[in-house]
Nanobody
Framework: QVQLVESGGGLVQAGGSLRLSCAAS????????MGWFRQVPGKEREFVAT????????SYADSVKGRFTISRDNAKNTVYLQMNSLKPEDTAVYYC?????????????????WGQGTQVTVSS
């Protein structure tokens, strides 16, 4: 089993930056595909970013491409989401997720493990 704990959310003005962290415990995830998703009330959980199990490939939602960067530190069992040029539309609860089966993690159904979520609020 893998446990994921998120941190780094908060309130930021439009145009600002935040870095979200997701620390894993219970099992190393060096060979896991990692993903970030977000959700707002009344909407389905939405794909944001993912990194392949090898770390060689990344993919982003069109809405965040060029502004967000996913990365990992395998020695610390931690995955990050660097968010720059934040917009009010980015306001959501952000979740990290992991999969040992999928090459990349773009769909919530492919996630085996989830973090508890961290709130990101962007003011205009």
């Amino acid at each position: 089993q893998v446990q994921l704990v998120e941190s780094g959310g908060g309130l930021v003005q439009a145009g600002g930056s935040l870095r979200l962290s997701c620390a894993a415990s219970g099992r190393t995830f060096s060979n896991y595909a990692m993903g970030w998703f977000r959700q707002v009330p009344g909407k389905e959980r939405e794909f944001v970013a993912t990194q392949s199990r090898t770390g060689s490939s990344t993919s982003y939602a069109d809405s965040v491409k060029g502004r967000f960067t996913i990365s990992r530190d395998n020695a610390k069992n931690t995955v990050y989401l660097q968010m720059n040029s934040l917009k009010p539309e980015d306001t959501a609860v952000y979740y990290c997720a992991a999969s040992s089966e999928s090459w990349v993690l773009r769909r919530p159904a492919n996630a085996a493990y989830w973090g508890q979520g961290t709130q990101v609020t962007v003011s205009s």
